[in-house]
Structures are given as structure tokens and as C-alpha cells.
Nanobody, 124 residues
Framework: QVQLLESGGGLVQAGGSLRLSCAAS????????MGWFRQAPGKEREFLAS????????SYADSVKGRFTISRDNAKNTVYLQMNSLKPEDTAVYYC?????????????????WGHGTQVTVSS
């Protein structure tokens, strides 16, 4: 498993933007899939987006499609989540996830490694 460290959370006004970063502790091989999730108080953890290290193919939840963008920087071993047009309902703890198992594909949500999360608060 790889250790993940999220950063970039904070307080932002509605309509604003934030970019979250997720740094991996070790070199992730090309087979890795990386993902972003969030969990609001009293709610279940929600998938947001995922990306393959090797090809950069992405997948998004309908709730964030068009507003959030996932990307990766292989040289920095870092994955990003650019969040635009933020709404108060985007307030949550945001988690980065990674999985390098051979059969793990972009459509799966049962990631093997998780970060500790970063708080995002959107004020109205």
C-alpha cells in the first residue's frame, strides 16, 4: 500500500475555487488508479472522480461533472482535484485514494489505500 497526504482544503465562498493535492509517499506504478471521495457530516462517503496513472483516463460522478477536474503529475507523484463553482453543499472532508492491484479498474470504488482527508468548507 502507498501512503497518501492530502492538502489544499480550506474555507471558500460559494462560487469560488480550490485545488486539492494528494501526494503519494512512494512511486506509484503505471497500473495505479487514483481517486477522490468526500464525506459530509451525517452522510456516506461519496465518490467524486478517479484517474489512471498510465493513460490519464478519468471518471466522474454526475454530481461534480463539469465543475471538478482530476489530474495527475507523474513527475511529482501527485494527483489534483480542481474544484470550481463551489457550493455550500460541497462542504465535506475530502479524501484521496489509491489502488495498484492488478485487477483494479477505473470503475471500482473499493480502493486499497486512503489518506486522512482535508476539510473543505464553502460558505454561502
Amino acid at each position: 500500500q502507498v501512503q497518501l497526504l492530502e492538502s489544499g482544503g480550506g474555507l471558500v465562498q460559494a462560487g469560488g475555487s480550490l485545488r486539492l493535492s494528494c501526494a503519494a509517499s512512494a512511486r506509484t506504478s503505471s497500473r495505479y488508479v487514483m481517486g477522490w471521495f468526500r464525506q459530509a457530516p451525517g452522510k456516506e462517503r461519496e465518490f467524486l472522480a478517479s484517474i489512471t496513472w498510465s493513460t490519464g483516463i478519468t471518471s466522474y460522478a454526475d454530481s461534480v461533472k463539469g465543475r471538478f477536474t482530476i489530474s495527475r503529475d507523474n513527475a511529482k507523484n501527485t494527483v489534483y482535484l480542481q474544484m470550481n463553482s463551489l457550493k455550500p453543499e460541497d462542504t465535506a472532508v475530502y479524501y484521496c485514494a489509491a489502488d495498484g492491484r492488478p485487477l483494479f479498474t477505473l470503475g471500482r470504488r473499493d480502493f486499497e489505500s486512503w489518506g486522512h482527508g482535508t476539510q473543505v468548507t464553502v460558505s454561502s
